[in-house]
């Protein structure tokens, strides 16, 4: 079954880190810039960010840059993304998505909670 896995969210307090996984199944991510997303409650999603094929090159939206690192493994068929310094405001679920087949594939989500 083709789909990716997010993991590793939680509650954490302001200031705290966080590592999210996201793991590919049924394809190999080898040849796919991969994306991470969140969208925060009542709001739209939005971009966190994105790392090329070869894991050379990485962008990340104003709002998380400085704070937030993404890599991959590709012998893992695995994207992570590094979040330090969380901020309340960075409370949201978090999706991997990559264009695959004409169209987006996008995780289920895992929750982050930043909260004192």
């Known amino acids: 079954q083709v789909q990716l896995v997010e993991s590793g969210g939680g509650l954490v307090q302001p200031g705290g880190s966080l590592r999210l996984s996201c793991v590919a199944s049924?394809?190999?991510?080898?040849?796919?810039?991969m994306n991470w997303y969140r969208q925060r409650p009542g709001e739209g999603r939005t971009s966190v960010g994105g790392i090329t094929s070869g894991g050379d090159s990485t962008t990340y939206a104003d709002s998380v840059k400085g704070r937030f690192a993404i890599s991959r493994d590709n012998t893992k068929n695995a994207v992570y993304l590094q979040m330090n310094s969380l901020k309340p405001e960075d409370t949201a679920e978090y999706y991997c998505a990559t264009y695959k087949d004409g169209s987006i594939l996008r995780g289920r989500g895992t929750q982050v909670t930043v909260s004192s």
């Open positions: 049924g394809f190999s991510i080898r040849n796919h810039y």
